[in-house]
Nanobody, 121 residues
Framework: QVQLVESGGGLVQAGGSLRLSCAASGSIYRINAMGWYRQAPGKQRELVARITSGGTTIYADPVKGRFSISRDYAKNTVYLQLNSLKPEDTAVYYC???????????????WGQGTQVTVSS
């Protein structure tokens, strides 16, 4: 079993910042890409940012220049720094990891429980 646990969400004013963390644990043989997704009320879940095992990053257009994803490989942890927050960033943010579990011969996507980010105007 693999678990992802997010932390760092909260309520902030527009223009403020938050730092989200997600730690993976369990029977992990290898973690490939890790990323963050978000889902706002009435909208589909969307990719926010992703970082590969080699450190290559991608960002969704609405967050480019404001958010930054990073990864601590030794700790199996991914971070998302959210700067210059806007009300439209309000959503539940979910951590994702593509993992090769120790007891399974293929890769699987795992998801955290989500953490609420609310940005007030």
């Amino acid at each position: 079993q693999v678990q992802l646990v997010e932390s760092g969400g909260g309520l902030v004013q527009a223009g403020g910042s938050l730092r989200l963390s997600c730690a993976a644990s369990g029977s992990i043989y290898r973690i490939n890409a890790m990323g963050w997704y978000r889902q706002a009320p009435g909208k589909q879940r969307e990719l926010v940012a992703r970082i590969t095992s080699g450190g290559t990053t991608i960002y969704a257009d609405p967050v480019k220049g404001r958010f930054s994803i990073s990864r601590d490989y030794a700790k199996n942890t991914v971070y998302l720094q959210l700067n210059s927050l806007k009300p439209e960033d309000t959503a539940v943010y979910y951590c994702n990891a593509n993992v090769k579990p120790t007891i399974v011969a293929i890769n699987y996507d795992y998801w955290g429980q989500g953490t609420q980010v609310t940005v007030s105007s």
